[in-house]
């Protein structure tokens, strides 16, 4: 069965006290509003506001150092993740309904359920 998949989302990690400034330096930096302060109500998620067809920007709130990572999306999570595996991916964590992946370059990446509907024109079919 077909599966489908799409760069999602560009994730600024932020190892910080407080996302509230850092959240203002992007959304001054790239001029994007701010689309969400506290995207969970927990205060680790922030989302700057981007046109349909670019990728979503999130700050997150985390515990290692500061780094970019990207989240692919995809309408079946088990088949991506799969179909990464064969390209040399590995799996390092499930966190709730998505992977956190690792890359053969060591870079760490999520596949996500969808994000946003409609997909859009950049969907790629996995066969």
Not at 45 to 60: N, S
Not at 86 to 102: C, D, N, S, T
């Amino acid at each position: 069965m077909a599966h489908h998949s799409r760069l999602s989302t560009l994730v600024l990690d932020c190892r910080v006290d407080d996302l509230a400034p850092h959240v203002a330096f992007w959304s001054a930096a790239l001029s994007k509003a701010v689309a969400s302060a506290d995207e969970d109500g927990d205060g680790r998620y922030a989302r700057l506001a981007t046109a349909a067809d670019e990728p979503v920007l999130l700050l997150q709130k985390v515990d290692h150092d500061s780094r970019i990572h990207l989240d692919i999306e995809a309408d079946d999570v088990e088949a991506e993740v799969a179909r990464l595996e064969k390209l040399g991916a590995r799996r390092i964590e499930k966190r709730h309904a998505w992977w956190v992946m690792e890359a053969p370059s060591g870079h760490r990446f999520c596949v996500v359920r969808p994000q946003r509907t409609p997909p859009g024109p950049h969907l790629n079919r996995w066969d």
